[in-house]
């Protein structure tokens, strides 16, 4: 039996699991509060983050490391229009969705052309040089920073609004990468990923699908990089423009499973309750702690979690057709 088969077999389970997990976490935070939901606040912001990356290194096979710069810009640019012009917040929002995509559509048409670690490259260069844009103009704060305007509500309401954003983030992320993933965009990413030279000779306009994927996926970190201004009040470019943001949406790619739907989900679960748990533990040395359990499993999860979960579902099946048939 094919993985397809399994697959197919395991499709009525997989969707009422998928359900009751969306109702618990719909439901937890009238059971629980404080710091559990920005805990989890946290965790779907870095599950969105890893989402967006995998439409571009998963399915494309482009190593996007300076992603993050469109979480910078969708920050600056709720921070700008909420401050400086008095926009509320879900217009805000929406233009910060619509710069990031737009920016990723216009750089992506000579970025794209590059291959390999010099398109890493030149998304880590893009990453700097709009950070530095940002700290020098007058109208983003510049080094010193903006402050935006505080959710009007009890720390109750301003909690449980940025946990259902990002949650509500979280699940349209999901469904737009399930969409690219049973797409003809996701077919042709997978042909570019594999055989980019072939994919353009049977017809696949190569660079406009990767640019499209792209696109896709700053618009998700940049909506991700709006709630996150709104919620935190106060930016700076260090800090939303950190390189450290895009190195870790790509390590929960790989450690999740890399062109899968939930792994880049699973993934950043994982590297973020792994990170909270050694943190608590080895205080001073934690980096160093998390850094060689990620090593570690990387060497002997080359296909990442969910590469695990089907090798594990596999074996399960052909030991169960062995059995049926003696």
């Known amino acids: 039996m094919n993985s397809s088969a399994v697959a197919r077999r395991r499709f009525p389970l997989s969707i009422v699991a998928l359900i009751v997990m969306v109702v618990i976490l719909a439901l937890l935070p009238f059971y629980i509060r404080g710091y559990w939901i920005r805990v989890l606040t946290t965790l779907f912001m870095s599950a969105v983050l890893a989402e967006a990356l995998n439409l571009v290194v998963g399915y494309a096979g482009y190593a996007a490391f300076g992603n993050g710069v469109f979480f910078g810009i969708g920050a600056y640019t709720t921070a700008v229009l909420m401050t400086r012009l008095g926009w ?27 291959r390999g670690h010099y398109f890493a490259i030149a998304t880590i260069g893009i990453n700097m040089a709009v950070m530095e844009i940002v700290t020098y103009i007058g109208i983003t704060g510049g080094g010193k920073g903006i402050s935006l305007p505080i959710y009007p509500g009890n720390i109750v309401k301003q909690g449980l609004f940025f946990y259902y954003c990002m949650f509500i983030l979280l699940i349209l992320s999901v469904a737009i990468t399930y969409w690219v993933a049973n797409s003809r965009l996701g077919y042709g990413l997978r042909a570019i990923k594999t055989e ?131």
């Open 88 to 114: 509320s917040f879900f217009p805000a929002m929406a233009a910060s969705c619509f710069l990031a995509a737009a920016l990723a559509f216009i750089l992506g048409w000579p970025v794209l052309r590059l």
């Open 196 to 326: 980019p030279e072939a994919a353009e000779v049977m017809g696949v306009n190569t660079t406009l699908y990767k640019v499209l994927a792209w696109s896709i996926s700053a618009a998700l970190t940049g909506v991700a990089g709006s709630i996150n201004a709104y919620w935190l009040t106060f930016l700076e470019p260090l800090f939303v423009f950190d390189i450290m943001i895009s190195v870790e949406a790509f390590v929960m790619v790989l450690l999740g499973g890399p062109a899968t739907i939930f792994g880049p989900v699973i993934g950043a679960f994982f590297l973020k309750l792994l990170s909270e748990l050694i943190w608590s533990q080895f205080t001073l040395i934690h980096m160093g702690v998390l850094g060689l359990i990620i090593v570690i499993i990387t060497l002997f999860l080359p296909s990442g979690i969910m590469g695990l979960w089907r090798q594990i579902t596999l074996r399960w099946s052909k030991v169960r057709t062995t059995a049926a048939n003696q």
